[in-house]
């Protein structure tokens, strides 16, 4: 069992940076695999990043300007966020499931959930 926590949300304007962090319990936290989804209000919850082992993956929308990184001492998965857009704007959720190979991108295949942190980034 797995029990994540963002934290790190908040109101940024249009070309600022925010760090979110994912916090989790559980002894065998390395062996899972993390990603950030968000979603914005009445639109589906989208892929952002995902880490799997040395596998990193990013959703087209935010490649070069985020950067997913993982501390194991601190059970923690972080989201860099750089550039920010409006179109940034969503509840952000990490997500995990048990390492395998290779990296998903689907929502449906991660079996723990954060309950989510509101990122707002204005024009």
């Not at 914005?40 to 997913?68: H, L, Q, T």
């Not at 972080?78 to 995990?96: F, G, H, I, R």
């Given at each position: ?7 790190g ?6 070309g ?30 989208d892929?952002?990043?995902?880490r ?16 997913i ?16 857009k409006?179109?940034?704007?969503a509840v ?9 190979r290779?990296a ?5 295949q ?11 980034v204005?024009s």
């Amino acid at each position: 069992q797995v029990q994540l926590v963002e934290s790190g949300g908040g109101l940024v304007q249009a070309g600022g940076s925010l760090r979110l962090s994912c916090a989790a319990s559980g002894r065998t936290f390395s062996t899972y695999a993390v990603g950030w989804f968000r979603q914005a209000p009445g639109k589906e919850r989208d892929f952002v990043a995902v880490r799997s082992g040395d596998n990193i993956y990013y959703a087209d929308s935010v490649k070069g300007r985020f950067g997913i990184s993982r501390d194991n001492a601190r059970n923690t998965v972080y989201l860099q966020m750089n550039s920010l857009k409006p179109e940034d704007t969503a509840v952000y959720y990490c997500a995990a499931y048990r390492m395998s190979r290779g990296a998903k991108l689907s929502a449906d295949q991660y079996d723990y959930w954060g309950q989510g942190t509101q990122v707002t980034v204005s024009s």
